[in-house]
């Protein structure tokens, strides 16, 4: 099942009809950005899935009677959207963070008329491996970085790994570990996200007012030979190069030490 937008009621009954789904629900910050409304009927059967034989209970009326539904919550499932998704989602899930394509870099664009065949072909193998696979299930030694629910995200996928062998033991222990530290990031506060550097100046590539009111600053740090981090120092360098800033500084080496008509006693 690939959805894009769907009701509460309709992803339910997906789940939980005989045969099962797997959901594949792009454009999730729709569902839970922050201009969205909350869905907490969809978080919450998200949240249920998470484990074999977690149910979702119902009201059902049938003509004048009233009965209890209990649906199958249990599905696989892989989000995609931007931004960030509740807590109470991330902390069940596999977090592979994506970032923008630099301009400069070159990919192969991904079209679903020429490569669909082969996700087909992959995902046929992948299929004939699982129902030739006669043996037990052995549960996998994780890392010790990998603890509490990040365990039980992570515990039956490396299983897979094992059951499949070669160098995919390494390969997915790998991966889980530092899948797992980068999902340990915090979505940032407004202020933070605004202080982050968008180019060499505070509110991006061009000066502003904002650099106008720091520069006299910037002035003082750099007469007192004041260490900076290295942030700081790369900021205040890139305003004492401004062409006005060197007007004002060779104006003022220029300027007498007294000004007659400033020279007022008290």
Same mark, same amino acid.
């Given at each position: 099942?690939?959805?894009?937008? #769907?009701?509460?009621? +309709?992803?339910?009954?997906?789940?939980?009809?005989?045969?099962?789904?797997?959901?594949?629900?792009?454009?999730?910050?729709?569902?839970?950005?922050?201009?969205?409304?909350?869905?907490?009927?969809?978080?919450?059967?998200?949240?249920?899935? +998470?484990?074999?034989?977690?149910?979702?209970?119902?009201? /059902?009326?049938?003509?004048?009677?009233?009965? $209890?539904?209990?649906?199958?919550?249990?599905?696989?499932?892989?989000?995609?959207?931007?931004?960030?998704?509740?807590?109470?989602?991330?902390?069940?899930?596999?977090?592979?963070?994506?970032?923008?394509? +630099?301009?400069?870099?070159?990919?192969?664009?991904?079209?679903?008329?020429?490569?669909?065949?082969?996700?087909?072909? #992959?995902?046929?193998?992948?299929? $004939?491996?699982?129902?030739?696979?006669?043996?037990?299930?052995?549960?996998?030694?994780?890392?010790?970085?990998?603890?509490?629910?990040?365990?039980?995200?992570?515990?039956?996928?490396?299983?897979?790994?094992? &059951?499949?062998?070669?160098?995919?033991?390494?390969?997915?222990?790998?991966?889980?570990?530092?899948?797992?530290?980068?999902?340990?990031?915090?979505?940032?506060?407004?202020? #933070?996200?605004?202080?982050?550097?968008?180019?060499?100046?505070?509110?991006?590539?061009?000066?502003?007012?904002?650099?106008?009111?720091? &520069?006299?600053?910037? $002035?003082?740090?750099? $007469?007192?030979? /004041?260490?900076?981090?290295?942030?700081?120092?790369?900021?205040?360098?890139?305003?004492?190069?401004?062409? +006005?800033?060197?007007?004002?500084i060779e104006a003022a080496k220029t300027e007498p030490?007294?000004? !007659?008509?400033?020279?007022? !006693?008290?």
């Amino acid at each position: 099942m690939t959805a894009v937008n #769907v009701s509460p009621a +309709h992803l339910f009954r997906k789940v939980g009809c005989e045969e099962g789904s797997t959901i594949l629900f792009d454009e999730i910050d729709t569902v839970f950005g922050p201009k969205a409304k909350e869905n907490e009927e969809i978080r919450g059967l998200l949240n249920a899935g +998470h484990r074999r034989g977690a149910v979702a209970g119902r009201c /059902v009326v049938r003509g004048n009677i009233i009965e $209890t539904e209990e649906i199958p919550a249990y599905a696989a499932v892989a989000l995609a959207g931007l931004g960030w998704l509740p807590d109470t989602i991330l902390t069940r899930s596999a977090i592979i963070r994506m970032r923008r394509r +630099h301009a400069g870099k070159k990919f192969e664009p991904f079209r679903r008329r020429i490569h669909a065949k082969d996700g087909d072909r #992959v995902r046929s193998l992948i299929e $004939t491996w699982a129902a030739g696979f006669d043996r037990d299930i052995a549960w996998p030694e994780l890392p010790t970085e990998i603890q509490n629910r990040d365990a039980d995200v992570w515990e039956p996928l490396v299983a897979i790994a094992d &059951a499949v062998g070669g160098d995919w033991l390494k390969r997915s222990r790998v991966a889980a570990v530092a899948l797992v530290a980068v999902s340990k990031d915090v979505e940032l506060s407004l202020g #933070v996200r605004l202080a982050e550097p968008k180019g060499p100046f505070l509110l991006g590539k061009q000066p502003c007012m904002a650099d106008a009111m720091f &520069a006299p600053v910037c $002035t003082r740090f750099v $007469t007192y030979d /004041v260490k900076l981090d290295p942030a700081c120092a790369a900021y205040c360098k890139a305003v004492m190069t401004l062409p +006005h800033m060197q007007e004002w500084i060779e104006a003022a080496k220029t300027e007498p030490d007294e000004l !007659e008509e400033l020279d007022v !006693e008290f």
